[in-house]
């Protein structure tokens, strides 16, 4: 699938929304290359571009490894996320796949045996260095297939001032403390409102999913998509709640994420759910809000976040190349190296090295502490697209009434229908 975002710069990022399954629709790039010299092995790389910069950012990462490894030569190709689709799918219709590529779906390409398993190409120390969550995510029939590129998840963010005015002392960690605090801002009246619960078309998969995952319920079974289970019933049920007790803005249902956030940075909702390039919008539009982070409420308090990645494979296509592709692997995910390159473009790294060495930053200290508790959308189910599809356009029905379970239901209908 394809998004519409990718996490951009804390320092320089402008405001994207992210609403899939990895970073596509990024625009920029361009294509660059290389050839062997005196009988090196070749590695054909294939990257989308993130920013203006992520061909040089590339660039130094290839000049550092083939500085290191004198026989390996790597050829750069970069493609816009406009066109690399359509690239990658016209090299590997004609047995011209790239050795590495960096893209956002791999469980099509490992189901057609087309990718080495991430053990057959990476050290032991590289495969566990992963945070387990975002392993997961990138295994098919329990084996690892691709790596995990780049990381974003959802935290918290809270208006200090306005919890202060309501006499809350601290962010709220469980749905209950998150529905009281809530009604106490909206009471305050003047135009503010407790929470923003944006259930329109642009994302209401990724806010139902946060309360779903927060009650211990998931979209599928492992095998088949599950939306109209208990766990997820009582998750909607709240969330039904908190708009029937005006804990939320006016009408959830018909509000789409990025202009509800845009509401809260003027400083008129209290408390949001959001990704990492809104540290940059309230730096761009809004430098002096009172704001924090903290994790997402859920129902027993214990935290857990939506998580979305980004991948790195590689194409079976030559056994002699195998070493050299382990060797740039596990160079590219070595921690200097690839905490320079995640911190360049801007995005949470997916290893334990990474969110170790970059902890230092204080703005993204709970995006980094919530990499452990993502979970994902079953993206690699052939029924999540049209899933996906039935929850932006039905789940905002609660807003006006409907009952949670009929929704549900209907939902459930189009996942099976697709399925």
């Known amino acids: 699938m394809r998004t519409t975002t990718r996490v951009a710069a804390v320092a320089t990022v402008a405001a994207l929304a992210l609403t899939g399954c990895g970073f596509g629709n990024r ?33 130094k990462v290839i000049s550092g490894f083939e500085a290191q490894n004198k026989d390996i030569k790597v050829n750069l190709e970069v493609q816009s996320w406009d066109n ?3 690239v990658v799918r016209t090299k590997v219709q004609s047995n011209k796949a790239p050795d590495i590529l960096n893209i956002d779906a791999f469980s099509g390409f490992a189901r057609d045996g087309l990718l080495y398993k991430a053990a ?3 050290s032991p120390q590289t495969v566990a260095d992963f945070q387990d969550s975002f392993k997961q995510n990138a295994s098919v029939g329990g084996d690892m297939m691709a790596f995990p590129f780049i990381a974003s998840t959802r935290t918290l963010f809270y208006n200090k001032d306005l919890l202060a005015k309501a006499g809350v002392s601290a962010p709220p960690k469980t749905w209950d403390e998150l529905l009281a605090d809530a009604k106490k801002v909206s009471a305050l009246g003047g135009g503010v409102y407790g929470y923003g619960m944006p259930l329109g078309n642009e994302e209401a998969q990724a806010e139902t999913s946060l309360w779903t995952f927060g009650n211990g319920g998931s979209w599928t079974d492992g095998s088949k998509i599950t939306v109209n289970t208990p766990q997820n019933l009582e998750a909607v049920q709240f969330m039904q709640k908190m708009v029937q007790e005006k804990a939320t803005q006016p009408n959830p249902g018909a509000s789409d994420r990025t202009p509800m956030l845009n509401v809260f940075i003027q400083g008129k909702i209290a408390m949001a759910a959001g990704l990492p390039p809104i540290l940059g919008q309230i730096k761009q539009k809004n430098p ?23 991948h790195l494979m590689a194409f079976k296509k030559d056994d002699s190349k195998k070493a050299a592709i382990t060797k740039f692997v596990d160079y590219f995910f070595s921690k200097d190296v690839y905490t ?24 993204l200290k709970d995006f980094l502490a919530s990499l452990p508790t993502a979970k994902f959308y079953p993206s690699s189910n052939e029924a ?21 379970k009929s929704v549900l239901d209907a939902v459930q209908a189009k996942a099976d229908a697709a399925s």
Do not use: C, H, M, R
């Open 27 to 59: 625009s920029g790039g361009s294509s660059g290359g290389g050839s062997a010299q005196g009988g090196a092995t070749t590695l054909d790389l294939l990257v989308p571009s993130y920013s203006d910069a992520t061909k040089t950012n590339w660039q």
């Open 84 to 86: 690399i689709n359509d």
């Open 120 to 122: 057959e190409v990476a």
């Open 288 to 310: 002096k809000l009172n704001f924090g982070t903290a994790p997402i409420p859920t129902k027993s308090g214990e935290p857990v976040t939506l998580g979305v990645a980004d």
């Open 340 to 363: 320079t390159w995640v911190d360049a473009e801007g995005f949470l790294p997916t290893t334990k090295s990474g969110a170790e060495k970059l902890s230092s930053k204080p703005e």
């Open 384 to 404: 999540w697209s049209a899933t996906q599809g039935a929850l932006q356009s039905l789940v905002g029905q609660i807003a006006q009434g409907k009952s949670p």
